[in-house]
């Protein structure tokens, strides 16, 4: 599903607004395959979260 091209599609959308993302880790998926897909870890978006935080308030597009 993550590589599905309306899931990247809305991705690049959500990005394009402004929205950080933290990409999905790979391994083994709940559907029983291998691939991209899986929540990333726990400190992954922690840290993602941090160096977003340390970077301070980001100026808010103007809303149409």
């Known amino acids: 599903m993550w590589n599905a091209h309306p899931t990247q599609d809305n991705m690049k959308r959500l990005r394009s ?4 993302v933290v990409g999905p ?3 083994f998926l709940a559907c029983r395959t ?6 990333a870890e726990p400190a992954e ?13 980001a100026k808010r597009r103007e809303q149409q």
């Open 17 to 20: 607004w402004g929205v950080h």
């Open 34 to 39: 291998t691939g991209a897909g899986r929540m």
């Open 45 to 57: 978006i922690f840290d993602a979260i941090t160096k977003i935080l340390k970077k301070g308030p």
């Open 25 to 27: 880790g790979e391994g």
